[in-house]
């Protein structure tokens, strides 16, 4: 009869080590399972993440070409405002200007940490406009005052021309008849 007990206790020792055995593989598969899913999801995320960044980076790229075209204009701009090449400098001022908004406008936020520069730059034309402006200014007051000036000593050289001529050459009247 012992051998019959230790028969039957063999039998549920194998059936419990079974059954450990069996919900040890279940636990350990879903855990190796989790650890390859938790795998293959982070590389995604990742991806994500890496395309994200890389398209940011494309577009602050393009944003940065944009704008190095904007500076360009604006210097070549100011180069002809510099050197009075046009006609009308109020109106190229006015537009050198816009374009100073629209490359702040194009940094936008990024003015801080990508575009230090270019944010430098923007901030030290404004000054040198408000500079040019009053030079111009002055230029159109020395102008005024030089034709004022042209004006007044063409009446002082005509005044002086008729005081030189003698009153009495032109005097119609009749003569006197010794």
């Keep these: 009869m012992s051998s019959n007990r230790e028969k039957k206790l063999n039998q549920s020792d194998v059936r419990m080590g079974i059954w450990k055995f069996a919900l040890s593989f279940i636990v350990l598969s879903a855990v190796s399972f989790c650890c390859v899913l938790f795998f293959f999801k982070s590389y995604d995320t990742q991806r994500e993440g890496i395309s994200k960044e890389a398209e940011a980076y494309r577009e602050l790229l393009s944003r940065s070409d944009l704008l190095r075209t904007h500076v360009d204009s604006i210097y070549y701009r100011m ?15 006015n537009y050198i200007m816009e374009n100073v908004m629209d490359a702040k406008n194009i ?4 003015s801080i940490d990508n575009f230090k520069h270019y944010a430098v730059l923007m901030k030290q034309i404004e000054p040198m406009l408000s500079l040019k402006n009053q030079i111009i200014n002055v230029s159109y007051q020395k102008q005024r005052v030089l034709r004022d000036l042209e004006e007044c000593m063409g009446k002082v050289g005509r005044a002086n ?8 050459r032109k005097f119609s009247g009749g003569r006197r008849r010794r």
């Design 79 to 93: 180069n002809q405002l510099d050197i009075s090449k046009v006609d009308n400098e109020i109106i190229l001022r």
């Design 107 to 110: 940094m936008g936020k990024d």
């Design 161 to 168: 021309s008729e005081l030189r001529e003698d009153p009495t």
